[in-house]
């Protein structure tokens, strides 16, 4: 059964470490081996994996993003968040993870971000099995 | 099985919504719960999610991706689409939706996307469910 | 059993054709019909699909990826490869294509891509048929 995790964001743009919650889940879930999907039910949100250690590279990631794509920009879209639109497209929406012995297999420097590109808001994380 | 549909785009950029498309084989697929996999095998298409309530939201990614990836710019493969290639490398040729109970668990706002840079052509997109 | 592949790449920044070795993979494995999920554990490097046939088009994708986000840029990270956090953030770091007869289903012109942004380095690729 898919499940529902709730994901609080705190900032406007963020990339929110949420390796440890998914981790958990995991845990709990009890299944030994095979692919976990995450999925993002939104559209001004995203997904990635990257650096678990140095803070530094989340906030360069988050500039870089808004130096392409500002947040007032040429956009027509009425609501003013283009910006978030166009930067969770980029990012994606999933991401599917393989695990053995209970693990995910992530990389050693590896983290799950949850990407907040128009918050802050509560948000939502749908996990599945395979 | 592996299915394929067709899908036709109209214009030489194009974000094409197909979640109806998409909802209706999952319907007659018969399966309750899982995971759709919607795999676009073509190099200068992609697939993604976003808004699928105001189409000025479609006009302004492609409207941003045009000015940060041009279509006439400083490229060297002789078909003139280096530019598609780009773009549908960022914006990936895959997605996995979990579903349940037949439905996708799209997000309220949450419209599927097939994203045409070099067209119009008739397209393929595969469908698998696990 | 998830699997690991051994990528060696050769440049600072480079696209890997690694179609062959994937597909060799799938063949030895022996499942003939499924989803072939391919995960990059790093954070300097991903994964993408392009065109097998002109390598003008890794070119130019490549190129383009660096006028966007230049690899000295205004950036804090103090290791000096945010702008390779950066690109495999953007390429993604997972891929699921579906396979049927045991062959990958890939389109005519489609290859398989290790998109290595800090290198040349050794690298890993997690195989995982569903």
């Not at 808004?66 to 990012?91: M, V």
Request: hydrophobic fraction near 35%; charge should be neutral; proline fraction near 5%.
């Amino acid at each position: 059964m898919p499940t529902r995790l709730t994901i609080a964001t705190q900032r406007p743009q963020q990339l929110l470490d949420i390796t440890a919650q998914v981790s958990q889940w995991l845990t709990i879930c009890g299944k030994r081996e095979g692919i976990l999907h995450l999925f993002v039910p939104h559209t001004t949100a995203g997904i990635t994996l990257n650096e678990n250690c140095d803070p530094d590279v989340m906030r360069d990631i988050l500039t870089t993003l808004e130096k392409l794509i500002p947040t007032h920009g040429d956009y027509r879209h009425g609501e003013g968040n283009s910006h978030a639109h166009l930067k969770s497209t980029l990012t994606g929406h999933q991401v599917a993870i393989p695990f053995a012995n209970g693990q995910l297999l992530l990389g050693r420097w590896q983290g799950i971000y949850f990407a907040e590109f128009d918050g802050p808001r509560q948000r939502e994380l749908i996990l599945h099995v395979v």
